[in-house]
């Protein structure tokens, strides 16, 4: 009897050490998604064009400008978040091979921002001669694509695919998270953009476009290791 509730105790032990580690990959989860969110949107880089595009306006309207952005980020990423693993199942594409393509979008990214460079990929010369010209509101290129672009949504449907109420629910909360810092960094576009300069910017930005690139690169490995299993036994 004496071995038995050892043994009872030794496997409730076993059991519990397994849901803390697990419970502990959660968490490091939504933080790593929460970081790469933030890296993939920089709402620093957005600083400059958001003060070009409010400079001639009222500080009432650079304050609705920056609430309807956030807003907009807010419901196209929260779209991806609910609706993204459907639209996979209906395109017919796997999430490695959405992996891979998502991790080449995200490195791609990142190689403008290791040069504080919009990129290519965020908005092209032909988009930002646009919003110079005063033809667009600032909505459009600002919230998509120049934030809620190609690199985030991608970057969310991926995270959505462990699937489940309760996850879908923690990662909105985790966009309403990185969306609040976007809405404070916009409300503070002005002072922040005086008090660092555009040096400070360009500093934070090739910062999150390092930390992005390897964020990149492991989501490629992740999609590659699947699509390849051979990659893995040699």
């Not at 050892?6 to 490091?28: P, V």
């Not at 709402?43 to 609430?67: D, K, Y």
């Not at 409300?187 to 930005?205: E, P, S």
């Amino acid at each position: 009897p004496d071995r038995q509730d050892r043994d009872r105790r030794a496997d409730l032990a076993r059991r519990r050490a397994r849901q803390g580690e697990a419970r502990l990959s959660a968490y490091q989860e939504y933080l790593r998604f929460i970081v790469t969110l933030t890296a993939v949107l920089d709402p620093f880089l957005a600083i400059p064009i958001f003060l070009s595009v409010t400079a001639a306006g009222e500080a009432g309207a650079r304050q609705r400008l920056a609430n309807t952005v956030t807003l907009t980020v807010l419901a196209v990423l929260a779209s991806a978040a609910i609706f993204g693993e459907a639209l996979l199942k209906v395109l017919g594409a796997s999430l490695p091979a959405f992996q891979v393509g998502g991790g080449l979008v995200l490195l791609l990214m990142s190689l403008a921002m290791l040069n504080a460079q919009v990129g290519g990929m965020r908005q092209s010369r032909a988009e930002e001669e646009e919003l110079e010209s005063g033809a667009l509101t600032g909505v459009v290129p600002l919230a998509v694509p120049l934030l809620a672009g190609p690199g985030a949504i991608s970057t969310t449907i991926i995270a959505a695919q462990a699937g489940g109420v309760a996850h879908t629910s923690v990662l909105l909360a985790c966009i309403g998270l990185v969306a609040a810092l976007l809405w404070l960094v916009l409300r503070l576009a002005d002072a922040v953009g005086q008090k660092m300069g555009r040096t400070g910017l360009n500093i934070v930005t090739r910062l999150l476009g390092l930390l992005l690139a390897a964020i990149a690169v492991e989501t490629m490995a992740d999609g590659l290791k699947v699509l390849f299993p051979g990659l893995t036994s040699a």
